[in-house]
């Protein structure tokens, strides 16, 4: 996985994408980060956590976040999210 991340919603789905990927279910992630299930539902649907609780999650999914610097997205990728106008 090398999802480009830039909203909370972003994450979110990168967070349940790679949940499901595992073969994992809410509860199972939040036992093993040793959260509530809340706090995943909360990451997986981009609202606010903790930064604690967002490390704890990774960790139990083994995964990493990597910062780059910005740069403005490409036109396809723009098109990619949200449609051409037509």
Do not use: C, W
């Not at 090398?2 to 967070?15: E, H, Q, T, W």
């Not at 279910?25 to 040793?34: D, F, H, L, P, Y």
Request: hydrophobic content about 45%; cysteine-free; glycine content about 6%.
């Amino acid at each position: 996985m090398n999802d480009i991340v830039r909203l909370s919603s972003d994450l979110g789905a990168a967070l349940k994408q790679a949940r499901q990927a595992a073969g994992m279910s809410i509860t199972e992630v939040a036992e093993k980060a040793g959260r509530v299930r809340d706090v995943i539902y909360r990451l997986e649907s981009g609202h606010d956590t903790s930064v604690a609780s967002l490390f704890a999650v990774l960790s139990a999914l083994q995964l990493n976040i990597r910062l780059e610097p910005a740069r403005m997205p490409k036109l396809e990728e723009v098109v990619a999210r949200f449609g051409a106008d037509e």
